[in-house]
């Protein structure tokens, strides 16, 4: 059984930065992929950004693409996100999300409980 829990999120200022990240265990020997996702009140979860096993490619949804950058870090088991330049419209809750999956920017099977970002204009 996978087990991811994200930390990090808090309240940020239109233009500030926030570091999230993930910490992962079970899943022994399983090399998936990572991503994070989004939900903003009253909107469908979306996905934000995705990397591979390896972290050789990343890939992000073009509303973050420029600001945000995900990495991870598999001798810790954790994934990060680091957003800069946030917006308000970034404000949401967010989801670490592994386990096999079609595409890298599919949804997985595994989530964490999730982190609440709120961006003040």
């Known amino acids: 059984q996978v087990h991811l829990v994200e930390s990090g999120g808090g309240l940020a200022q239109t233009g500030g930065s926030l570091r999230l990240s993930c910490a992962h265990s079970?899943?022994?020997?399983?090399?998936?992929?990572m991503a994070w996702f989004r939900q903003a009140p009253g909107k469908e979860r979306e996905f934000v950004a995705a990397i591979t096993w390896s972290g050789s490619t990343t890939i992000y949804a073009d509303s973050v693409k420029g600001r945000f950058t995900i990495s991870r870090d598999n001798a810790k088991s954790e994934l990060y996100l680091q957003m800069n330049t946030l917006k308000p419209e970034d404000t949401a809750v967010y989801y670490c999300n592994t386990g096999p999956g079609p595409t890298l920017d599919a949804p997985r099977p595994y989530w964490g409980q999730g982190t609440q970002v709120t961006v003040s204009s």
């Open positions: 079970g899943g022994t020997g399983s090399k998936y992929g």
